[in-house]
Nanobody, 123 residues
Framework: QVQPVESGGGSVQAGGSLRLSCAAS????????MGWFRQAPGKEREFVAR????????YYADSVKGRFTISRDNAKNTVYLQMNSLKPEDTAVYYC????????????????WGQGTQVTVSS
């Protein structure tokens, strides 16, 4: 299996937007739900969003609901995270991974983690 590759991170001011991408191989991506997590320095990895195989169902952490949107393009084997109205507390390394089973918000329910992409939001 090939690890997914995240991109699109960067530095923005509070209130700005970024769109993250996660490109994965066909076998990693097409048959599974996918999720985004983030990890800030000194903190545990936390759930951000999850999308079902066909994109029909999405789930969000309360902290990002209404600001972030997860989507996917199965033809491109890519999942996206559109992040609007960014806050300094959104600063973290963002990871995507393939859902396996269990609780959708638990990192232990996912496998094939990418290397992450850094998002920094300044006030």
């Amino acid at each position: 299996q090939v690890q997914p590759v995240e991109s699109g991170g960067g530095s923005v001011q509070a209130g700005g937007s970024l769109r993250l991408s996660c490109a994965a191989s066909g076998r990693t991506f097409s048959s599974n739900s996918m999720g985004w997590f983030r990890q800030a320095p000194g903190k545990e990895r936390e759930f951000v969003a999850r999308i079902s195989r066909n994109g029909g169902s999405t789930y969000y952490a309360d902290s990002v609901k209404g600001r972030f949107t997860i989507s996917r393009d199965n033809a491109k084997n890519t999942v996206y995270l559109q992040m609007n109205s960014l806050k300094p507390e959104d600063t973290a390394v963002y990871y995507c991974a393939r859902f396996v089973s269990g609780s959708y918000s638990a990192s232990t329910s996912y496998e094939y983690w990418g290397q992450g992409t850094q998002v920094t939001v300044s006030s």
